[in-house]
């Protein structure tokens, strides 16, 4: 079993729209949590960054981290065109600052 | 504001042969790492070295050899290419965990 799940999509939906990412994982000492976008052919780009549970909001995006259910999501509000790419998650235990990835959501917003 | 640099971003390498990719990074981050992005496999690390001096295996090292120059510079060679080393190289950085990627060298072993 993997340390950390992510559904690989596509994952389809109309400009607009509010779209749920999500990552589940199995190890509870996981305290960091990262979302990431990669576009077609570029490096990935980190998107938030949270730790303990909870929301964080940024702009149109916003993370939440339900760590009694190991289960991270990325919501995106208004979702445009642009905000088609590739989205991973990615946890880190503790003072090891290995991440641990999960294997991207391929987002597609149709206009 | 250049963050992290690799060179080359493309390379066709025959079976046998060696090569280098460079990585550069000017945000004095002390952490550096290589990751292998191939189809449906998500980013595997391949090696990384947590500060200038130190050198550790990832999750899949075997062909790959790294030096860490200095702390801006982390190299990664593969000695004797494979086709199955055939994929989409990155190199990050990081000071408290979060890890910023160049834009990739895009490798095919023919």
């Known amino acids: 079993q993997k340390e950390v799940e992510q559904d690989p999509g596509p994952l389809s939906v109309p400009e607009g729209a509010i779209v749920s990412l999500n990552c589940t994982y199995s190890?509870?000492?996981?305290?960091?949590f990262m979302w990431y976008r990669q576009y077609s052919r570029k490096g990935p780009e980190l998107l938030m960054y949270?730790?303990s549970s909870g929301n964080k909001e940024d702009g149109r995006f916003t993370a939440q981290v339900d760590k009694s259910s190991k289960y991270i999501s990325l919501f995106i509000r208004d979702s445009q065109p642009s905000d088609s790419a590739t989205y991973l998650c990615a946890l880190r235990r503790g003072s090891n600052y290995q991440l641990i990835w999960g294997a991207g959501t391929k987002l597609i917003i149709k206009p | 504001n250049a963050g992290v640099t690799q060179t080359p971003k493309f390379q066709v390498l025959k079976t046998g042969q060696s090569m280098t990719l460079q990585c550069a990074q000017d945000?004095?981050?002390?952490?550096m790492y290589w990751y292998r992005q191939d189809p449906g496999m998500g980013l595997r690390l391949i090696y990384y070295?947590?500060?200038?001096?130190?050198?550790d295996k990832g999750e899949v090292p075997n062909g790959y050899n790294v030096s860490r120059l200095n702390k801006r510079e982390f190299s990664l060679r593969l000695e004797s290419a494979a086709p199955s080393q055939t994929s989409v190289y990155f190199c990050?950085?990081?000071?408290?965990?979060?890890?910023?990627f160049g834009q990739g060298t895009r490798l095919t072993v023919v």
């Open positions: 949270t730790y």
């Open positions: 990050a950085s990081s000071v408290t965990g979060e890890a910023f």
């Open positions: 070295s947590a500060s200038e001096g130190t050198t």
């Open positions: 945000m004095n981050h002390n952490s």
């Open positions: 190890n509870s000492a996981f305290q960091y």
